[in-house]
């Protein structure tokens, strides 16, 4: 029985991962840290709760005395680092909580995990380091960091510091860097559900600039098998870049969402830019898929129709979020 530390397990990612998993492993044992931010929802892990190897505790990852306590209580020999503020427009409205949880709490796990001895550690880190590519071209594990934004920063600071202790003290450490994920559970300031949550209200789609911008995307579920290949079989000290070489324009992907759902593309509404907005991201994932054998298995087409589904069907999900404190986000990014 491997007893594992993941944090920030209540958010999209992080939920999609702990579902998915228990319903693969017996060997695992999650002990889910997740100080239930804006970001974080209980509701994400109904499915496996009650499951006996399933332990959820709230807390922020900053704190070094209730991080301690669950390592000697629960005996962490492995982590898998999910916990971050995610949201890249956020991080221009104010960097504090982003340099808070993203680099001061991923130091308190390394530290805390190197005096238990911990056997694995995996910082699941994101494309947006590597900053932003022109027309062609693609990001290798070896392209420079290069940071544009509060959040990509700090993440990128998360990196770097993984990385010295995994060269200081020997310490195994494992980066994975992957592009932009959709589906279910996704908190809707993300772009695809954003989009989809205002077409079925019939409001306004806010398009940053020209909408030419281009995101790599990769279904949630690609992504975490892809987590768990290399937790299980990645070679420390190594980055894995992880993506499903699925390149789109954000006009693209929104005139699809808004042909799945029948709507009019009268909703689209051109707006002012994003500050310092990245152009162009798109992976190489061939480390990942000729070292590990990992690939993909979800296509954009299907997927993307499976995701718009889900939040059709989902409504008391996000109703509940958009109805409470989500709404005043929205007022200060969109202005209505
Ligand atoms: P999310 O915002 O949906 O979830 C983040 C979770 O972390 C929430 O449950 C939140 O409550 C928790 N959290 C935040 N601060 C915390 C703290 N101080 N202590 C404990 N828990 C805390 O984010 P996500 O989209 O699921 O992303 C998960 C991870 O994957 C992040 O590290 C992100 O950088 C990375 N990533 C995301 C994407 C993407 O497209 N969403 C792509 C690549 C990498
Ligand atoms: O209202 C919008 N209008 C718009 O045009 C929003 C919210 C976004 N966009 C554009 C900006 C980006 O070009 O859509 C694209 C995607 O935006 P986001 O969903 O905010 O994602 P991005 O900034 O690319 O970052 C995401 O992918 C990498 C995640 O939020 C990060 O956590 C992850 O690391």
């Given at each position: 029985m491997k007893n594992i530390l993941v944090t920030?397990?209540?958010?999209f990612i992080g939920s999609n991962f702990i579902n998915h998993i228990l319903d693969e492993r017996d060997d695992y044992n999650i002990i889910n840290l997740d100080k239930?931010?804006?970001?974080?929802?209980?509701?994400?892990l109904k499915s496996s709760e009650g499951n006996k190897n399933y332990h959820f505790v709230k807390g922020d990852i900053t704190n070094h005395e209730l991080v301690d306590y669950l390592f000697n209580q629960y005996n962490i020999k492995y982590v898998i680092n999910f916990a971050a503020e995610s949201h890249v427009d956020r991080s221009i409205l104010g960097s504090e909580v982003f340099f808070q949880t993203n680099v001061i709490g991923t130091n308190v796990l390394l530290e805390t995990s190197r005096r238990y001895d911990v056997e694995k550690f995996l910082q699941v880190s994101t494309?947006?380091?590597y900053g932003s590519l022109g027309e062609t071209g693609l990001f290798t594990e070896k392209t420079s960091i290069s940071p544009n934004s509060p959040y990509s920063s700090s993440k990128a600071s998360a990196d770097l510091l993984a990385m010295s202790f995994y060269e200081t003290y020997g310490f195994p450490v494992l980066i994975t860097r992957c592009s932009n994920n959709y589906g279910p559970?996704?908190?809707?300031?993300?772009?695809i559900p954003l989009m989809i949550l205002n077409s079925l209200a019939d409001k306004k789609l806010p398009v940053y600039g020209d909408g030419l911008n281009v995101r790599d995307w990769i279904y949630v579920i690609d992504h975490n098998k892809a987590i768990d290949l290399v937790f299980e079989k990645g070679r420390v000290g190594e980055v894995y870049n992880i993506g499903a070489s699925q390149e789109m324009t954000n006009i693209e992907i929104i005139k699809l969402v808004l042909n799945i759902l029948g709507k009019?593309?009268?909703?689209i509404e051109f707006v002012k830019d994003r500050p310092g907005h990245d152009r162009r991201y798109a992976i190489d994932s061939s480390k990942i898929q000729n070292e590990l054998g990992w690939k993909p298995e979800y296509k954009f087409e299907e997927a993307i129709v499976k995701t718009v589904e889900w939040y059709k069907e989902n409504k008391n999900w996000w109703e509940r979020i958009i109805s409470g404190a989500y709404q005043d986000y929205y007022k200060t990014q969109y202005g209505k």
């Open positions: 920030g397990g209540a958010g239930l931010t804006y970001a974080g929802n209980l509701e994400n494309d947006e380091v559970l996704q908190f809707p300031e993300k772009l009019s593309e009268d909703l």
